[in-house]
């Protein structure tokens, strides 16, 4: 098929990674593994201006791009370029479900604007599938799913809201609450998107899911997003690729 008669993509993923050169490729299969036989259009936007993360993708046909870090930044520099009819903002250390793409449209399709998954947590540990079940729950009764539930929606609707505010964190429940602000409509899939549970194990459990709660407290009565970004350290550095060019962070 020649270039001028491709189909256009249903969806565009777009994946804002920093440092992430030992997921980059797994994150590339899983996407696809869930797409399997639809046109779906990958986006990688690395934080990182030397573009480390890039040079260890080595799977084709996916667009790599370098803006600087912020995952808001990040996330709109590849929706400029998406040609998707829809857009699915995907973390590095999230992995979507197979049929993720059907139930996504369907739900676009049907009573939504915005869309994300339920949440899963890769680990066994009790107290972390409680605190999945609890954003589950959350993200379904306010109506207020995180980013790492998978956002998804219109590019036009995407283009027309201005895209996430540049901001250092609460990109994602910024653009949620403007869209609701508008009267838009928010559905949460019943099918699971798994994310690591490195953050937590790196703060701890408790801590960390505190630390969440009050800067979502904070950020609601009004704390500036970039004071609250002092209290949210960098995400944990993810494994290391064994052909990952030399000198680079994983």
């Not at 704390?223 to 000198?247: D, F, I, T």
């Amino acid at each position: 098929m020649s270039p001028l008669s491709a189909p256009q993509p249903l969806f565009s993923v777009i994946a804002p990674v920093l440092g992430e050169c030992g997921r980059i490729n797994g994150l590339v299969d899983n996407i696809r593994a869930a797409g399997y036989g639809l046109a779906i259009e990958i986006i990688v936007v690395d934080g990182d201006p030397a573009g480390a993360t890039l040079r260890a993708l080595d799977r084709p046909g996916v667009t790599g791009l370098t803006s600087p870090p912020g995952r808001g930044r990040q996330q709109n520099a590849g929706a400029a370029v998406a040609s998707g009819e829809y857009l699915l903002f995907l973390h590095a250390d999230t992995r979507l479900p197979a049929g993720a793409f059907e139930a996504a449209a369907g739900l676009l399709e049907g009573r939504a604007e915005l869309g994300a998954f339920s949440l899963a947590i890769r680990s066994d540990n009790v107290l972390l599938r409680l605190i999945a079940a609890a954003a589950t729950w959350r993200s379904r009764f306010f109506s207020l799913p995180y980013g790492d539930q998978a956002l998804f929606l219109r590019r036009d609707l995407f283009e027309a809201m201005g895209g996430f505010a540049d901001i250092p964190i609460m990109e994602d429940v910024e653009l949620v609450r403007t869209l609701r602000r508008a009267g838009g409509r928010v559905a949460i899939s019943p099918r699971c998107v798994t994310t690591s549970a490195r953050r937590w194990r790196a703060g701890g459990i408790l801590a960390t899911t505190g630390r969440n709660l009050a800067l979502l407290l904070f950020f609601t009565l009004g704390v500036s997003p970039h004071r609250l970004a002092r209290h949210y350290p960098a995400m944990p550095e993810g494994p290391k690729q064994a052909n990952a060019p030399a000198g680079n962070r994983p």
